[in-house]
């Protein structure tokens, strides 16, 4: 049985920062992909970034580059999402997921497992 659990969101001033972290379980995803996605009220779950599980070639989507780093910790099978210089337009729940086949993707259709989401709430 899988299970990804993310932790760290919370409310933050715009321009503030958070990290949230994803603790994978129940196999090894060694070079697979994890990825970062998000939902805001009324809209689509969206990419955010992901990474291969080696750590190589992370991949972001344009609004968050240079903001949003991705990365992971293979000893604590967990996944990390820094998130600074945090905009209003960040709120979201965001959710962690896992991809099993090789390769990064944008596509929420490419990933078999998800947590349960956390919420990431920037106030102006």
């Known amino acids: 049985q899988v299970q990804l659990a993310e932790s760290g969101g919370g409310l933050v001033q715009a321009g503030g920062s958070l990290r949230l972290s994803c603790a994978a379980s129940?196999?090894?995803?060694?070079?697979?992909?994890m990825g970062w996605f998000r939902q805001a009220p009324g809209k689509e779950r969206d990419f955010v970034a992901a990474?291969?599980?080696?750590?190589?070639?992370?991949s972001y989507t344009d609004s968050v580059k240079g903001r949003f780093t991705i990365s992971r910790d293979s000893g604590k099978n967990t996944v990390y999402l820094q998130m600074n210089s945090l905009k209003p337009e960040d709120t979201a729940v965001y959710y962690c997921?896992?991809?099993?086949?090789?390769?990064?993707?944008?596509?929420?259709?490419?990933?078999?497992?998800w947590g349960q989401g956390t919420q990431v709430t920037v106030s102006s």
């Open positions: 997921a896992a991809r099993t086949y090789y390769g990064l993707s944008s596509q929420r259709s490419d990933y078999t497992y």
């Open positions: 129940g196999r090894t995803f060694n070079g697979y992909a």
């Open positions: 990474i291969i599980w080696s750590g190589s070639r992370p």
